[in-house]
Nanobody, 122 residues
Framework: QVQLVESGGGLVQAGGSLRLSCAAS????????MGWFRQAPGKEREFVAA????????RYADSVQGRFTISRDNAKNTVYLQMNSLKPEDTAVYYC???????????????WGQGTQVTVSS
């Protein structure tokens, strides 16, 4: 069992930046692929970014490519999402998740956090 706790959400103006963090419990953090997802009101949850176990490979949704950066610190059991040039359409609840699969492709994840709200004002 893995517990994930997100933090760092908040209210920011368009064009601003936020960094989300997700702290994981347990001693096997480095064995998980980590991902970030988001869900806006009235919409389905969507993939944002994923990072490989060692942090060398990542992938992004087209909508955030070039603006968001996912990273991880396995010594701290933490994954981050640096969000720059934020837009009102980035407003959503952001969730981190982990999967035992070794692939950063695919959206099937095993454990989820409770989410953190990000609101971008215009």
């Amino acid at each position: 069992q893995v517990q994930l706790v997100e933090s760092g959400g908040g209210l920011v103006q368009a064009g601003g930046s936020l960094r989300l963090s997700c702290a994981a419990s347990g001693r096997t953090f480095s064995s998980y692929v980590m991902g970030w997802f988001r869900q806006a009101p009235g919409k389905e949850r969507e993939f944002v970014a994923a990072i490989s176990r060692g942090g060398t490979n990542s992938r992004y949704a087209d909508s955030v490519q070039g603006r968001f950066t996912i990273s991880r610190d396995n010594a701290k059991n933490t994954v981050y999402l640096q969000m720059n040039s934020l837009k009102p359409e980035d407003t959503a609840v952001y969730y981190c998740a982990c999967r035992t699969s070794n692939s950063i492709y695919g959206n099937e994840y095993d454990y989820w956090g409770q989410g953190t709200q990000v609101t971008v004002s215009s």
